[in-house]
Structures are given as structure tokens and as C-alpha cells.
């Protein structure tokens, strides 16, 4: 599943509004409507006890005014409670319930014989009644004259819409309230989302696409909340570890491959090098007889120039053929190392002079050098200097008239080796991989035998080391040879 498919769920931001906002909101809702309610009921009866504190202003004169029967007095002090609060209607009644006096747009629909009863119980008593269609609320009170005896009854009416508009009000205001801080609890999560999160989690995921389109060497950067940190970290540490088991299994592949490439190749060089010996074995003695003849011949003085120029040729020829065998047979041999300690400058100038001939005659310049004291080993002497004498030789030919071939000696901490190098036209790097096969060669035909270097490699490998090719400083061909050191320089 790719990075991009998750995209059809739901994003953290979502889940965070889904699953804590919501709920949050919800017990917000759920606690501001009881909590509203309450207010109600709170606003409710404090609007009745104002309605009440007027009453009990006014009892005290409406007492004195109707014990007196002073009718300017009630009628005065009617008038004074709407100067003290919001009150829709007042009424005075006597004990038979018959109204004597009264101040306010409509009546309230109470029957006398109701407010004679409430006023011979003497008890405060307030409730919502329908006054000609409108809702009002009223509170009654009993009035009593200076001996306590029941005189009347007081009637506070206010409308029941004034209760209901300021409640609406409280409702309205409570609902935006309500609002804002839901918008302020959504707006908190986004931004703590975002800075705390989102950004954070954003670049993990631009992260992990980078290294799923093939950027293995990418890596998180570890910013944010220590878990954040935590993660990019331990993803770090992740992909560390797949590219660590990847090195480790490529490089296992390749030693395998390496592995089975070197079992072919010994068992391809083992059969070419039964059939080398076992032609070399064949033409050997053949060979000999030839030479041996030839050189008979050619001793006889009286022998005609003519006839002596063939001989010479055949002998030229055998010569060749026995030059082709011994390499077949040192192709071919599978004789043990015979280990002693050698001086690799010792090596260097005992293969140097077996060439110098060729390479004076081609005017072609021999230049050894190396560390001073040469570095020493344990080595097979005479299959050492055979390789560097095939080195040379094949340098010396590579290299035109008036040229220059280096060999030079060298040793580091674990290894040791020679390098070959001549300024003539190099070996094109298509072909360094074939160049060490047996009876390969770029040489033209009845030049080369293509055994030289695949003897070289062979040798170099029977010593636990290795033979490469690359381009030398000038631009020819350079041979390197590296050895493990041993003895006393290990």
C-alpha cells in the first residue's frame, strides 16, 4: 500500500475534531442547557421578587389609604408603583373581592368570589394568568388593617412577554456564547495541530514519499515534541538498518556471483589447463627432434646457404612452438608454491634483465624505483619474476620506439605489490574483463599466444592476491599486483 492511498481515511485533524472536539462540544451543549435552564428559573424568580419588593412598598399605604378611606391616597400610591418598577397592572380589592381601585391597560380574568377566598386565607400568592389573550403574571398580596384584620387585596400584574424577552435574550447571548467558544475550542486544536503536529507529521510523510519514489539516502530531520523527535529518530534508525541489510545482502550477492565466476573460472582454467599440458606433453618431444636436427644440420659446413636458410627458419620456428609449449605447461601446471623470502627490488631487477635485451632493441627506456629498503616478502620467486617478465615483455611490445615502461615496487600497511605501466595506446576498458582469459589476446595473429596475462592472474592468485588493469599517467596501460604481506613484514 502506497503512501498516497491512506489519503482516503481520515486525517489526524479530522480524528482530533471528530473524536475530542465533538464530544467536548457536546458536554459544553449539554452543560450550558442545564446550566441555562437554571438561569432561567433564576431570572424567573428574581423578576417575581422585584414584583414582590413592590408589593410590600405599597402595602403600607394602600393599608393606612383604605383604613383611613382616602381614595386620593390609593389612588397616589397606585401611581407610585409604576415609578418603582416595570409593572403592567395594579388592583386593589375590598374582603368581598370587589375592586375599588385600579392602575394598568387590562384586567386580569379573576373571579370576585377566587380573591375574596385568597383574601380571607391571607396568603401571598403569585402565578401567570390570560388577560384577554396575553400572558401576565400576578401577585397578590392580603391587606390588613392596624387590629390585623383583612381589609382587601393587593393585584401586582406584570406581562408574562417581559419574562420571556429577557429569558429569549439569555438564550440568544448563552447560544452565541455557546458558538464562540466551540469556533475558539475548533480554532485551538487546528493551530495546536498544526504547530504541535501537523507541520511535524507533514514533513515525516513528504519524508517517507521522497524514499518511496527511490531516495534512499534521504533522511528525517528531528525537530518538534520530544515524540515527534522520538519518531523521526527511530525512522532514521529504521531506515538505517534496511540500508545497512541491503549493503549487507548486495555485497553477499556479489560475493556469491564473484564466488561462482571464480569456480567457473577455475574449472574452465582446469580443463584448459589439462588439455594445455596435455597438448604441450604431445608436441614436446616432436619438437625437440625437430630442433635437434635442424641444429645438426646447420652445423655441416659444406651445407649450401640456401638449404642452411631453411633450416634456420625451422629452427626459428621450433624455437617458437617450444616458447608456445612452455607457456601451455606453465598455464597447465598445478605445482604447489615453493615460498622463501624475497626482496621485492630483487624480483623487480632479476625480471628486468630477462627483458632488457628486448627492450633495448626497441629503444624502448626501463625505469625501476621503489621505497628504499624494499619492502620483503614470502613468495614463489621464479613464478613472481615469470609474471613480471610477462608484464614487461607485454609493455615493451605496446610501446613504440624511443617509449618508456616504469616498474615500481610499493608496500602499505596490509598489502604489498609491483605496478607496470608503459605510455602506449592502453587497452580499451570494454575489453579489461577479457583480458585475462586464456588464449584471449588484441595482439595481432602469430604474435601472441593470449596466455601471458591468464598465467600472470593465475600466479597472482596462488599467492592470495590479485592482477588489475586501468590507465596509466600517459595514457597507456598499467598493471597493478597486489600481494598480502607476509613473513616478516606482516
Not at 22 to 30: E, F, G, K, M
Not at 57 to 62: E, N, V, Y
Not at 184 to 190: F, K, N, R, S, Y
Not at 447 to 455: D, I, K, M, R
Request: charged share 25%.
Amino acid at each position: 500500500m502506497s503512501i498516497w492511498s491512506l489519503k482516503r481515511g481520515l486525517s489526524l485533524r479530522v480524528s482530533l475534531l471528530l473524536y475530542l472536539v465533538l464530544p467536548l462540544i457536546i458536554v459544553l451543549a449539554v452543560t450550558g442547557y442545564y446550566s441555562l435552564e437554571r438561569l432561567e428559573q433564576q431570572v424567573e424568580k428574581r423578576m417575581q421578587e422585584d414584583i414582590e419588593l413592590i408589593a410590600r412598598a405599597i402595602r403600607g399605604p394602600l393599608e393606612h389609604s383604605l383604613e383611613h378611606g382616602r381614595e386620593g391616597g390609593l389612588a397616589q400610591t397606585l401611581a407610585s408603583a409604576f415609578r418603582i418598577g416595570r409593572v403592567y397592572g395594579v388592583y386593589v380589592y375590598d374582603a368581598g373581592g370587589r375592586k375599588i381601585a385600579s392602575s394598568g391597560p387590562r384586567e386580569p380574568e379573576v373571579h370576585s368570589v377566587e380573591l375574596a377566598e385568597l383574601a380571607a386565607k391571607g396568603d401571598r400568592v403569585g402565578g401567570y394568568q390570560d388577560a384577554r389573550g396575553a400572558q401576565i403574571y400576578s401577585y397578590f398580596v392580603p391587606l390588613s388593617d392596624s387590629v390585623g384584620r383583612n381589609t382587601g387585596l393587593l393585584q401586582l400584574t406584570r406581562e408574562g412577554r417581559d419574562f420571556q424577552n429577557y429569558i429569549e435574550r439569555v438564550r440568544k447571548q448563552a447560544l452565541v456564547l455557546l458558538s464562540l467558544l466551540a469556533l475558539l475550542l475548533v480554532g485551538i486544536v487546528i493551530y495546536a495541530h498544526h504547530r504541535v503536529i501537523g507541520r511535524n507529521l507533514a514533513a515525516l510523510v513528504g519524508c517517507m514519499a521522497r524514499i518511496e519514489k527511490g531516495d534512499r539516502s534521504h533522511r528525517a530531520v528531528a525537530c518538534g515534541p520530544r515524540e515527534m523527535r522520538h519518531l523521526a529518530v527511530g525512522m532514521n534508525a529504521m531506515l538505517d538498518s534496511i540500508a545497512r541489510s541491503e549493503n549487507e545482502l548486495e555485497q553477499r550477492r556479489r560475493n556469491q556471483i564473484e564466488l561462482e565466476q571464480r569456480l567457473l573460472q577455475s574449472q574452465k582454467m582446469a580443463a584448459i589447463g589439462q588439455l594445455a599440458a596435455g597438448v604441450a606433453h604431445e608436441l614436446g618431444t616432436p619438437l625437440s627432434v625437430v630442433s635437434g636436427k635442424a641444429q645438426r644440420m646447420l652445423r655441416k659446413p659444406d651445407l649450401p646457404a640456401p638449404i642452411a636458410e631453411v633450416f634456420g627458419q625451422i629452427r626459428d620456428a621450433v624455437q617458437r612452438m617450444e616458447h608456445i609449449v612452455r607457456q601451455l605447461l606453465d598455464f597447465g601446471r598445478s605445482n604447489p608454491l615453493r615460498l622463501r623470502t624475497a626482496a621485492l627490488d630483487a624480483l623487480a631487477e632479476s625480471a628486468a634483465a630477462q627483458v632488457r635485451e628486448e627492450a633495448t632493441a626497441k629503444e624502448v627506456t626501463l625505469r625501476l624505483e621503489g621505497p628504499q629498503p624494499a619492502p620483503r616478502t614470502e613468495i614463489d620467486t621464479v613464478r613472481m619474476e615469470q609474471v613480471l617478465m610477462n608484464l614487461l615483455l607485454n609493455a615493451i611490445q605496446a610501446t613504440d620506439p624511443g617509449g618508456r615502461v616504469d616498474l615500481r615496487w610499493f608496500a602499505d600497511d596490509q598489502t604489498l605489490g609491483f605496478e607496470v605501466a608503459d605510455d602506449g595506446p592502453g587497452v580499451p576498458e570494454e575489453l579489461h574483463n577479457r583480458l585475462f582469459e586464456p588464449f584471449f589476446t588484441t595482439k595481432p595473429v602469430g604474435e601472441g599466444t593470449g596466455l601471458g596475462l591468464a598465467v600472470a592472474q593465475a600466479a597472482a592468485r596462488d599467492h592470495g592476491g590479485r592482477l588489475s588493469i586501468g590507465r596509466s599517467e600517459s595514457g597507456g596501460a598499467l598493471f597493478t599486483l597486489i600481494l598480502e604481506k607476509s613473513g616478516e613484514n606482516k
